[in-house]
């Protein structure tokens, strides 16, 4: 199985800052890797595909990076509804696998 | 307005058996793979079963393998879960969800259900 392994596990940041999220698979999955984001009770939502794939309607400070093994999502100037969790997914082989979430929070 | 919306959770004792449904609306359901991916309380997600676009072809998590069976009813536009011998670690919340194609082989989950929430107990 592939692992994903996302750091950190939770930051802190200010509105208008520039955050990172980074996800790093235990093999190499090649651009079949995917971002959601996740608001508390809610259901999860597509931002990234592809590793950086802009999925329609999702706001451009949203951008996403990398192949094989590494990747990073990158929100630049986060809103107040950018709080959330946010988890990666590889779609690259069978079992399916998430990264085990980065909660970001406000400062 | 396109979505899915999942229905069946409940409260079920331990080695019980419950059918999750799903309804989708507003897309082409039959040119869809669809995907049950569920999320334990406070805990992270993780996916549970693909089905294609005919039913042909099934791949579920191992660790329900044997125990649960994704089905698709195309004329219904709904998407099943049949689960059995449940056990305490199935307790989850679980989101019925449309797979999008990007350039083939990359997919995606692109559209998600509310959820529904099955909690196994005694």
């Known amino acids: 199985d592939i692992q994903m392994t996302q750091s950190p596990s939770s930051l802190s940041a200010s509105v208008g800052d520039r955050v990172t999220i980074t996800c790093r698979a235990s093999q190499s999955v090649r651009s079949y890797l995917n971002w959601y984001q996740q608001r508390p009770g809610k259901a999860p939502k597509l931002l990234i595909h592809?590793?950086?794939s802009l999925q329609s309607g999702v706001p451009s400070r949203f951008s996403g990076s990398g192949s094989g093994t590494d990747f990073t999502l990158t929100i630049n100037s986060p809103q107040p509804e950018d709080f959330a969790t946010y988890y990666c997914?590889?779609?690259?082989?069978?079992?399916?696998?998430f990264g085990q979430g980065t909660r970001l929070e406000i400062k | 307005e396109v979505q899915l919306e999942e229905s069946g959770g409940g409260l079920v004792q331990p080695g019980g058996s419950l059918t999750l449904s799903c309804a989708a609306s507003g897309f082409t359901f039959n040119s869809h793979w669809m995907s049950w991916v569920r999320q334990a309380p406070g805990k992270g997600l993780e996916w549970v079963a693909n089905?294609?676009?005919?039913?042909?072809?099934?791949h579920p998590v191992d660790s329900v393998r044997g125990r649960f069976t994704i089905s698709r009813d195309n004329a219904k536009n709904s998407l099943y879960l049949q689960m059995s011998s449940l056990r305490a670690e199935d307790t989850a919340v679980y989101y019925c969800?449309?797979?999008?194609?990007?350039?083939?082989?990359?997919?995606?989950?692109?559209?998600w259900g509310r959820g529904t929430l099955v909690t196994v107990s005694s």
């Open positions: 089905i294609n676009e005919d039913g042909s072809g099934k």
């Open positions: 592809s590793a950086s």
């Open positions: 997914q590889q779609s690259h082989s069978f079992p399916i696998t």
């Open positions: 969800t449309r797979i999008d194609w990007a350039v083939a082989p990359a997919w995606h989950f692109a559209l």
